[in-house]
């Protein structure tokens, strides 16, 4: 079974410029979560998305990031224009339909640098 | 709202001694529980989790953690650390119902000693 898939696995900007991100959850997840994780920190969940929609995004910076689901498969996650706190791992993941974080899959990330 | 404390932000043990590292909960229900660890470099991978039941829990790797309701605690414990161990580990509480989340806590960084 492939996992989440991610890119780009690095990615390096200059401030001010704008970023974006590529997730491709398990087949068959309707779940989907974006995380980041500044460097010495947990995870921070940014924006959770249940099919095509909205479920949480709370702690989304709304002023600079978006993210959409477009299809309720494969997910984009922008960042416009980018501050130096950007700098950090943005990690997706995924559930099965039906059920929660009990069975959470985890992708490998992509670690930006904004210099 | 549901949260997590790792109080210790490193700790240094030699190889071959035991581990406990420490976790605390603050969540209204019943929580589901994970320890993950995370070496340089890599992703997340899940070592145990608690739903219900003996709250004593087996993982991955010869790592357990017990779920203690009355301090709210899930301590991650492993009787003799072997260099491998080295990384990073991170406690979560999850929320169960519709909405459910991860919640993080700020990890705890092992190094092992030779």
């Known amino acids: 079974e492939a996992g989440v898939a991610q890119s780009p696995r690095y990615k390096i900007i200059e401030k001010r410029q704008s970023v974006a991100f590529w997730c491709n959850p398990i087949?068959?997840?309707?779940?989907l979560y974006w995380y980041q994780q500044i460097l010495g920190q947990g995870p921070k969940l940014l924006i959770q998305?249940?099919?095509?929609?909205?479920?949480?995004d709370s702690q989304l910076p709304k002023d600079r990031f978006s993210a959409e689901r477009l299809k309720g498969v494969d997910s984009t996650l922008k960042i416009q224009p980018a501050k130096l706190e950007d700098s950090a791992v943005y990690l997706c993941a995924s559930t099965p339909t039906g059920t929660g974080v009990e069975k959470l899959f985890f992708g490998s990330g992509t670690q930006l640098s904004v210099l | 709202a549901q949260s997590v404390t790792q109080p210790d932000i490193h700790i240094t043990v030699s190889e071959g001694a035991s581990l406990e590292l420490r976790c605390n909960y603050s969540y209204g229900a019943t929580p589901y529980l994970f320890w993950y660890v995370q070496s340089p470099g890599q992703g997340l991978q899940l070592l145990l989790k608690?739903?219900?039941?003996?709250?004593l829990v087996q993982g991955i790797k010869g790592f357990e953690a017990e779920f203690k309701r009355s301090q709210s605690s899930f301590n991650l414990r492993k009787p003799s650390v072997h260099w491998s161990d080295a990384a990073e580990y991170f406690c979560a509480v999850g929320a169960s119902g519709s909405a459910r989340q991860l919640t993080f806590g700020s990890g705890t960084q092992l190094t092992v000693l030779p």
């Open positions: 998305f249940q099919n095509n929609g909205v479920v949480d």
């Open positions: 087949s068959g997840h309707a779940t």
């Open positions: 608690y739903f219900s039941g003996d709250t």
